[in-house]
T-cell receptor
Framework: QLQLQESGPGLVKPSETLSLTCAVS??????????WAWIRQPPGKGLEWIAS???????YYKPSLKSRVVISIDTSKNQFSLKVRSVTAADTAIYYC??????????WGQGTLITVSS | QSALTQPASVSGFPGQSITISCTGT?????????VSWYQQGPGKAPKLIVY???NRPSGVSIRFSGSKSGNTASLTISGLRTEDEADYYC????????????FGGGTKLTVL
């Protein structure tokens, strides 16, 4: 059974870079069927898709976030990552990683809360 | 890059049917069959309940059904149950500016 597990620092200071990793187990990240995505949800608000990556390294980004985020994949470790630079309080959210099939995130991690505060 | 448009809230009595709409544009819902719906309970990760407009993943109740007309997609829940009370989100592939994925703002379903 596929499982995804996010890991991150919990607390990040404003203007710093947030780094998140998603470890995938129970399936190969090198599949040519699925993309791997990051999605976030500010407290009490809706879902926001951030970016996705294919095993070849091809990437897709939400245009309004593209200048600040980088998604990458490490097939040797069966994991993928997200970096968000120059964070502000507006980046405070639960960050989810997910496996995506035809633009539908279909298997999700449990999420990790990231708070941006000094 | 605005979110897809959903009503903030809908409600219904047990046993009734309700429909949640999701309005996009010709850059997303109007062109692509890649529309999905998610159910999210309090403190939980979203759960996929409909994909590619009207397909249900294994294990999802047949009471959940999806459709699309023009730039608007819809989720219908029939035979409402108290456990259906949750937030619901639509999602679509979009090519607005660049290819990516777009979520709706979410709809709170209250079972009266």
């Amino acid at each position: 059974q596929l499982q995804l597990q996010e890991s991150g620092p919990g607390l990040v200071k404003p203007s710093e870079t947030l780094s998140l990793t998603c470890a995938v187990s129970g399936g190969s990240i090198s599949s040519n069927t699925f993309h791997w995505a990051w999605i976030r949800q500010p407290p009490g608000k809706g879902l926001e898709w951030i970016a996705s990556v294919f095993y070849t390294g091809n990437t897709y980004y939400k245009p309004s976030l593209k200048s600040r985020v980088v998604i990458s994949i490490d097939t040797s470790k069966n994991q993928f990552s997200l970096k968000v630079r120059s964070v502000t309080a507006a980046d405070t959210a639960i960050y989810y990683c997910a496996r995506e099939y035809r633009s539908s995130p279909e298997t999700w991690g449990q999420g990790t809360l990231i708070t941006v505060s000094s | 890059q605005s979110a897809l448009t959903q009503p903030a809230s809908v409600s219904g009595f047990p046993g009734q049917s309700i429909t949640i709409s999701c309005t996009g544009t010709s850059s997303d819902i109007g062109t692509y069959e890649y529309v999905s719906w998610y159910q999210q309970g309090p403190g939980k990760a979203p759960k996929l309940i409909v994909y590619e407009v009207n397909n249900r993943p294994s294990g999802v109740s047949i009471r959940f059904s999806g459709s699309k007309s023009g730039n608007t997609a819809s989720l219908t829940i029939s035979g409402l149950r108290t456990e259906d009370e949750a937030d619901y989100y639509c999602c679509s592939h979009t090519t607005n500016i660049a290819p990516h994925v777009l979520f709706g703002g979410g709809t709170k379903l209250t079972v009266l």
